[in-house]
């Protein structure tokens, strides 16, 4: 009787603290959470590449506007220049 109690207490152990098994509805979700998290990182990496590039061309556009600027504080003092001979 002792050893039917006890592997009848050993079988209810295992049965109650053996590996639980995901349902079907929580793999879905798990699937779905995957897939959004690969989507949001090909979107988080297509958008870093578009900040570069506008980076790029932010640069690019500041050092035309001092180009500029130099160019305007050149003609600006040749006008002074040549208004004062006059």
Do not use: H, Y
Request: aromatic residues 4%; hydrophobic residues 45%.
């Amino acid at each position: 009787m002792v050893k039917f109690l006890s592997v009848l207490l050993l079988l209810i152990f295992f049965v109650g603290c053996g590996p639980k098994w995901a349902k079907k509805e929580t793999m879905d979700a798990l699937n779905e959470a995957r897939a959004a998290l690969q989507s949001a990182e090909a979107k988080v990496s297509e958008l870093e590449g578009e900040k570069a590039q506008l980076l790029a061309q932010k640069a690019e556009l500041e050092k035309e506007i001092a180009n500029l600027s130099a160019e305007i504080d050149a003609l600006q003092t040749k006008i002074e220049t040549r208004c004062k001979k006059r």
